[in-house]
């Protein structure tokens, strides 16, 4: 029996004037499902994040998270949503917990439920010693913990990241991507990035954008079909480019 879909975008455009930075974009994701958006700078991998995210309307086409319209119902789309924008939106002059609190009690995280959850996430990202420190005091990497945290704490059905591991150093990079193959197996993730290899690593399945298209979306091992991922990759970007010439 297939594992349930947890997301659904289905014929997305964003359009600024004329130009179409999003061109009929569809994808599914299923429940313990890490799906890579991969693409140049500029292939529209933030821009069709935010819409997935309900941060920013599609201009039209539609997204269902856990069934829900997120048009229609985006209260209830949006509880089952975790979002890492690639800067996270985070205080420094807080305390790492007092920033994870707030972020649990704007997802409606029960007084009961709080201690629980916070404990959890912190644990999830190696944050449990670090809850009284200053975030504007601790590493980038420790930030971008942080960050995952905050999108983790409601325990969300479907977790979106843009591009988590930029500018980390080489551990850092190790430890947020065993995070984020960890946080597959109990939910559907989605990782923004442009690097191959990261795919390769923890994705289970990929959607390739070019200037706004789905070039490809299907798995890695048919990805890899008749090559290694960066050729394929190299190569479906050629055949885009000479499409649109």
């Known amino acids: 029996?297939?594992?349930?879909?947890?997301?659904?975008?289905?014929n997305l455009v964003r359009s600024h004037g004329r130009h179409r930075v999003v061109n009929d974009v569809s994808f599914s994701l299923h429940r313990g499902e890490v799906l890579g958006l991969l693409g140049h700078n500029g292939a529209g991998k933030s821009t069709t994040l935010m819409m997935l995210s309900g941060a920013l309307q599609p201009s039209s086409g539609h997204v269902e998270v856990c069934d829900f319209d997120l048009a229609r119902r985006p209260d209830l789309g949006k509880a089952c949503l975790g979002f890492l924008p690639e800067h996270p939106p985070l205080y420094r002059d807080m305390r790492v917990d007092d920033q994870l609190l707030f972020a649990a009690r704007l997802h409606s995280v029960t007084r009961e439920q709080l201690a629980e959850y916070l404990e959890l996430a912190k644990r999830r990202c190696g944050l449990l010693d670090w809850g009284q420190r200053l975030i504007g005091e601790l590493s980038k990497g420790?930030?971008?913990?942080v960050g995952i945290a905050q999108a983790i704490i409601h325990q969300p059905a479907v977790i979106i990241l843009d591009e988590?591991?930029?500018?980390l150093?080489?551990?850092?990079?190790?430890?947020?991507?065993?995070?984020?193959?960890?946080?597959?197996?109990?939910?559907?993730?989605?990782?923004?990035?442009?690097?191959?290899?990261?795919?390769?690593?923890?994705?289970?399945?990929?959607?390739?954008?070019?200037?706004g298209r789905a070039i490809f979306s299907g798995t890695l091992d048919e990805l890899r079909a008749h090559s290694d991922i960066e050729s394929s990759f190299m190569r479906l970007n050629a055949d885009a480019e000479s499409e649109l010439s």
């Open 142 to 145: 420790y930030q971008q913990r």
């Open 164 to 167: 988590p591991t930029v500018g």
């Open 169 to 211: 150093d080489p551990a850092q990079i190790r430890d947020v991507r065993g995070l984020i193959r960890e946080l597959g197996d109990s939910s559907s993730v989605i990782l923004s990035t442009h690097l191959l290899h990261e795919v390769e690593q923890v994705c289970d399945r990929a959607v390739i954008l070019r200037e």
């Open 1 to 10: 029996m297939p594992a349930p879909t947890t997301l659904s975008a289905r």
